[in-house]
């Protein structure tokens, strides 16, 4: 176990904490669930950083960042339809989970056939996940009602990441492509 591991499994621990805070009946709770969300995103960062900077990168590591990651990603998208019951935050969780699981797929697959450098993480998937962040923390600052500018503001980011979703899933499909083609020897 090291701190790179450790700043992960915080992640994973923060997320009833997470859930918690955001459905306090404090005009306050709203916040700090945001500051709960956008701790664990910089842990996010963090540990891989470490993690390469101090040479301690761990086969559970590489397991456990994308599941921390894509679960504390899902538990705010599920919170947030939940709250605002509407498809401007609606369709770009679909979007967003369901591009998850393709993808999550596709690189298993991927790995099974020994061409999972084929659908590496890019620079297009760092900038769908910081407009996605900054989205959900706006987002989740801010209670659904009334409307105000932070959330027509959250809605617009989130919508601009679900197109970043949407582009990047193409591009890691077109990148597996020749590998899933019918004809394809694999």
């Given amino acids: 176990m090291n701190i790179p591991n450790m700043l992960t499994l915080m992640r994973v621990a923060l997320i009833p904490i997470f859930i918690l805070l955001y459905y306090l009946p404090f005009h306050w709770s709203y916040l700090a669930a945001a500051i709960v969300f956008t701790l664990a995103s910089v842990t996010d960062w963090l540990d891989g950083y470490l993690a390469r900077r101090w040479q301690q990168s761990t086969p559970f590591g590489a397991f456990l960042d994308p599941v921390a990651d894509k679960l504390m990603v899902a538990v ?17 969780a679909v979007v967003i989970i369901g591009r998850e699981i393709v993808i999550s797929a596709l690189r298993e697959w991927m790995a099974e056939i020994g061409a999972r450098a084929q659908v590496a993480v890019s620079r297009l998937g760092k900038y769908k996940t910081a407009a996605q962040m900054v989205a959900l923390v706006v987002l989740l600052a801010n209670p659904a009602e009334p409307v105000t500018f932070w959330v027509g503001l959250g809605y617009v980011l989130l919508a601009v990441s679900a197109v970043l979703t949407l582009w ?8 597996a492509w020749p590998h899933l083609r019918p004809e394809s020897p694999e």
């Fill in 76 to 92: 705010a998208l599920v919170l947030l339809v939940q709250s605002h019951g509407n498809f401007w935050v609606t369709a770009p």
């Fill in 168 to 175: 990047s899933m193409v591009k890691y499909l077109m990148a």
